[in-house]
T-cell receptor
Framework: SQTIHQWPATLVQPVGSPLSLECTVE??????LYWYRQAAGRGLQLLFY??????ISSEVPQNLSASRPQDRQFILSSKKLLLSDSGFYLC????????????FGSGTQLSVL | GQNIDQPTEMTATEGAIVQINCTYQ??????LFWYQQHAGEAPTFLSY????GLEEKGRFSSFLSRSKGYSYLLLKELQMKDSASYLC??????????????FGKGTTLSVSS
C-alpha cells in the first residue's frame, strides 16, 4: 500500500532563517506531488506541483521554492523566511493517471517568529 | 480561474442531520471532492462526485449538480467526533496544475450534545 511521510511535524524558525521541509512517498511510482499551505483562517492554497523528477510548477509567486530530486521525494525550501510564511504545510500525492483523490501527509506546522 | 464558496461555520446537535453547501465556478469541471479535517491534522477524503446525483457512503452523502455549480455534503446521525472542518474542492482540467485540487476555505462544524 502507498504511504506518504512528511517531516518535521512542527517547526519554529526566526525570520530570515532558511527552511527545508521534506516529503517522501512509498509504494507507488511516478506520482504527482503537491505542496499546499493553510494559513490561519484561510483555505488550502496550492503552492507547487510536480509531475516528474526536476519538473516543478509554481502556482503563486512567493518566497518559497520546491525541488524533486528523486521520483518520490519532494522538498519545500526557502532561503530567508518571512513572518507571512507561517502556516500549516501539507504535502500530497496522486497517481500519475490523475486518479480520483489526493492523499495528504500529516503536515508541518511552521511558526516564523 | 476558480471560485469556491461554502459557509464559514455551522452548528448542530448530536443525532441530527446537517447539510453543508458548496457552490463553485470553474472553466473545466472535472470532479468535486469533500474532505474532513480535524484541527492540526491533514485532510481525509470523504467523497467524490463527477456526475450529477447523490453518492452515499454510510452516514455521509454528497450531491452534485453540474449545471448549477452546486454540491452539498449531508451528515446523518451526527456524533461529537464529526466536529471538524469540511473542505469542498474541485478539479479543473483547464488548470495548469492539471490533477491538483482547488479548495474552498472550509466549513467548521461544531456538534454539541
Amino acid at each position: 500500500s502507498q504511504t506518504i511521510h512528511q517531516w518535521p511535524a512542527t517547526l519554529v524558525q526566526p525570520v530570515g532563517s532558511p527552511l527545508s521541509l521534506e516529503c517522501t512517498v512509498e509504494g507507488t511510482s511516478n506520482p504527482n506531488l503537491y505542496w499546499y499551505r493553510q494559513a490561519a483562517g484561510r483555505g488550502l492554497q496550492l503552492l507547487f506541483y510536480s509531475v516528474g523528477i526536476g519538473q516543478i510548477s509554481s502556482e503563486v509567486p512567493q518566497n518559497l521554492s520546491a525541488s524533486r530530486p528523486q521520483d518520490r521525494q519532494f522538498i519545500l525550501s526557502s532561503k530567508k523566511l518571512l513572518l507571512s510564511d507561517s502556516g500549516f504545510y501539507l504535502c500530497a500525492w496522486s497517481p500519475a493517471s490523475g486518479g480520483e483523490k489526493l492523499f495528504f501527509g500529516s503536515g508541518t506546522q511552521l511558526s516564523v517568529l | 480561474g476558480q471560485n469556491i464558496d461554502q459557509p464559514t461555520e455551522m452548528t448542530a446537535t448530536e443525532g441530527a442531520i446537517v447539510q453543508i453547501n458548496c457552490t463553485y465556478q470553474t472553466s473545466g469541471f472535472n470532479g468535486l471532492f469533500w474532505y474532513q479535517q480535524h484541527a492540526g491534522e491533514a485532510p481525509t477524503f470523504l467523497s467524490y462526485n463527477v456526475l450529477d446525483g447523490l453518492e452515499e457512503k454510510g452516514r455521509f452523502s454528497s450531491f452534485l449538480s453540474r449545471s448549477k455549480g452546486y454540491s452539498y455534503l449531508l451528515l446523518k446521525e451526527l456524533q461529537m467526533k464529526d466536529s471538524a472542518s469540511y473542505l469542498c474542492a474541485v478539479r479543473d482540467n483547464t488548470n495548469q496544475a492539471g490533477t491538483a485540487l482547488i479548495f474552498g476555505k472550509g466549513t467548521t462544524l461544531s456538534v454539541s450534545s
